[in-house]
């Protein structure tokens, strides 16, 4: 089993669109969670980052960590043709591995 | 400001070539990173080094290897190419202690080996 799970998708939503990313995880030591963008042919970008559970809003975007289920979201509000992109998930504990979702590719039609 | 700066681009290898991939950090960072992406996959680490003088392996280090030359600079090494690692490679780095996870990436090098 994969430490991180995620959907790979591919989302096609229209404009305007509330957008949920879903990623689910295996392992309870996990304490960061975050949310990068990788926009086609760059390197990845961080979105959010969340501490242990809770949720953390950031403009359209709002990040959830529900650590009892294993479950975290992201959520992407008013979506714009911009937010095409693929979104990936990466969680780690205290050590300096990282262990990241698959992505799920998204695309917003104008 | 440059942040993370990979070398090359693009590359076109036959099987049995070595080659290295550079990477240098302009943001005194103290850790790096070298993954590889695949469809699929995802991000898979293959070393990292926690800070200058220091290398360890990550999921999938079997055919590379690495050099910390200095603080900003992080090589990864192909001795002997090989098809499966026709992949696009990705170096990142990340401040000491900091308090997020962030990881900052270069662009990518990708690697096609015939």
């Known amino acids: 089993q994969k430490e991180v799970e995620q959907d790979p998708g591919p989302l096609s939503v229209p404009e305007g669109a509330i957008v949920s990313l879903n990623c689910t995880y295996s392992?309870?030591?996990?304490?960061?969670f975050m949310w990068y963008r990788q926009y086609s042919r760059k390197g990845p970008e961080l979105l959010m980052y969340?501490?242990?559970?809770g949720n953390k809003e950031d403009g359209r975007f709002t990040a959830q960590v529900d650590k009892s289920s294993k479950y975290i979201s992201l959520f992407i509000r008013d979506s714009q043709p911009s937010d095409s992109a693929t979104y990936l998930c990466?969680?780690?504990?205290?050590?300096?591995?990282?262990?990241f979702g698959t992505g799920t590719s998204l695309t917003v039609i104008p | 400001n440059a942040g993370v700066t990979q070398t090359p681009k693009f590359q076109v290898l036959k099987t049995g070539q070595s080659m290295t991939l550079q990477c240098a950090q302009d943001?005194?960072?103290?850790?790096m990173y070298w993954y590889r992406q695949d469809p699929g996959m995802g991000l898979r680490l293959i070393y990292y080094?926690?800070?200058?003088?220091?290398?360890d392996k990550g999921e999938v280090p079997n055919g590379y290897n690495v050099s910390r030359l200095n603080k900003r600079e992080f090589s990864l090494r192909l001795e002997s190419a090989a098809p499966s690692q026709t992949s696009v490679y990705f170096c990142?780095?990340?401040?000491?202690?900091?308090?997020?996870?962030?990881?900052?990436f270069g662009e990518g090098s990708r690697l096609t080996v015939l």
């Open positions: 969340t501490y242990s559970s």
């Open positions: 392992n309870s030591a996990f304490q960061y």
């Open positions: 990466a969680m780690n504990h205290t050590g300096n591995q990282f262990y």
């Open positions: 080094s926690a800070s200058e003088g220091t290398t």
């Open positions: 943001m005194n960072h103290n850790s």
């Open positions: 990142a780095s990340r401040p000491y202690g900091g308090y997020t996870g962030e990881l900052f």
